[in-house]
């Protein structure tokens, strides 16, 4: 080779590296072309480091079918999934969230209401699912590698008629607060079913808002004095799942529906006040992270054009974090019978959790607004272990490449014909469902 041709070589191969250098680091700057969803489909397709696979081979150490001591059930293993890490921008709030890593809700416990069979209000905290919450259950969830807890909250059954929330109530909530806190984890408190007509709390529509206006704006001063004190471990989401509850579209938004537009701009008008309340309270509330949904907290109901989130007068808009619920694709996560197969190799399982997550990318992410998950997971069907395996690698995973973290629905439901979204076992948690706890932790780890 000549002189000539080894420089031109050398040149072309310095010029190849240097590109390859600057597509595969990710600067991270808020200036970085977006990925359309478009985009996004063809570099997933033609990147394979953006691949899905299922080992199962003589090569699987027994290690890896095992979880803190807890080997696997016969036949039971854990997928590899690689995915393209996704540019994200320097954002506080995204960081924030990269930091809450894994999460599990505190389901049908706080959130539970009385229909009138308990004899107490404090006994409501077990009425759903028969334990009472103890420092060692707390404990053992964090144990087991969750970082983040959600407690999600019912108070209208737990006040009188000026909305003073039951002192031993919230001394109770804030006990077991207090217990994850001394784990080190993070706690996101919520207003929960306080949406549906016996709560008369909130109810997104024009004719109910003056007394929703009044219950966020009620509560949410007593739960953040309560907590003015604690630092960003504490984390205050305004709604769950607010909605038109009993309404044909309920559960769904619709775009061509005039009575859902009503509702988005009221929901936005609630999330405003809620975070001008807890801003307005002091001590460490001026710069608390604070979650916000959309209609019924669905992904539809945060990319429609009448959903905003609000605005933050105290300069924090990127501690205000979007909330997001999802169960997809819901004919395997929720529906009943639904299916009950999940193959991360084929798109009519995959295709629904890669578009909605791009979209929130783009819409949000990149924006540098954070988006949490706040509710996700699949309910066991008859024992389909391996498939509910996979669905939370594969979920995790593609969450956490676009900067997004996820907190597993757990209402400690592991047998009957019910919603059965309990891993983690409250009442013999060596019981628990390690090859799922697994899967999340293994796809969850900070970035």
């Given amino acids: 080779m000549t002189v000539g041709r080894i420089k031109a070589a050398t040149l072309s191969m310095f010029l190849i590296l240097l590109c390859v250098f600057m597509v595969g680091c990710g600067n991270g700057r808020q200036d970085a072309v977006p990925l359309t969803d478009q985009a996004v489909e063809v570099t997933e397709k033609s990147n394979t480091s953006d691949t899905t696979e299922k080992v199962d081979s003589p090569d699987t150490k027994d290690s890896e079918n095992e979880y803190l001591g807890h080997k696997f059930k016969d036949g039971i293993t854990m997928p590899v999934i690689e995915t393209k890490e996704y540019n994200l921008p320097d954002s506080e709030g995204l960081s924030f969230i990269n930091d809450l890593e894994v999460g599990i809700n505190l389901g049908n416990t706080f959130d539970a209401y009385n229909d009138g ?69 993070y706690v996101i408190i919520d207003i929960h079913h306080d949406n549906h007509p016996e709560a008369n709390g909130i109810y997104p529509d024009s004719a109910h808002m003056e007394q929703s206006r009044r219950y966020i704006e009620r509560i949410w001063t007593q739960v953040g004095t309560r907590f003015a004190d604690t ?58 992270y604070l979650m916000c949904p959309g209609y019924c907290a669905s992904v539809d109901g945060a990319l429609n054009p009448w959903f905003e989130l609000p605005k933050d007068d105290s300069g924090y808009d990127d501690r205000i974090i979007l909330s997001i619920h999802a169960y997809t694709p819901y004919n395997f996560a929720l529906e009943y019978p639904g299916i009950k197969n999940f193959d991360i190799d084929d798109k009519s399982s995959t295709s629904d959790i890669d578009t909605f997550m791009s979209k929130l990318y783009t819409e949000y992410i990149y924006k540098g607004t954070p988006v949490l998950i706040g509710e996700f997971g699949a309910r066991n069907k008859s024992d389909n272990l391996q498939d509910r395996v996979d669905y939370t690698a594969y979920f995790t995973a593609k969450a956490r490449s676009r900067g997004i973290s996820v907190v597993w629905w757990d209402n400690n439901d592991f047998a009957g014909s019910g919603e059965l979204f309990g891993i983690f076992d409250r009442k013999n948690p060596e019981n628990s469902t390690f090859e799922i706890i697994a899967a999340l932790k293994k796809y969850s780890e900070k970035r």
Avoid at 166 to 181: F, I, P, Q, T
Avoid at 233 to 256: K, T, Y
């Fill in 117 to 185: 069979n308990v004899s107490d209000e404090m006994s409501i905290e077990e009425y759903w699912q028969g334990v009472h919450t103890t420092k060692e259950h707390i404990q053992k969830i964090h144990e087991y590698g969750f970082k983040t807890i959600r407690i999600p909250v019912s108070w209208h059954n737990h006040v009188d008629e000026d909305l003073n929330i039951s002192k031993n109530w919230l001394d109770r909530v804030s006990e077991v607060v207090g217990y994850a806190l001394d784990e080190d984890m």
């Fill in 231 to 288: 630092d960003d471990h504490v984390i205050f989401e305004a709604m769950n799942e607010p909605r038109l509850v009993g309404h044909e579209d309920e559960w769904n938004f619709n775009s061509a529906s005039k009575d859902c537009i009503e509702s988005v701009k009221c929901i936005n008008e609630l999330n405003q006040l809620f975070v001008d309340t807890i801003r307005g309270l002091g001590g460490n509330n001026k710069t608390r």
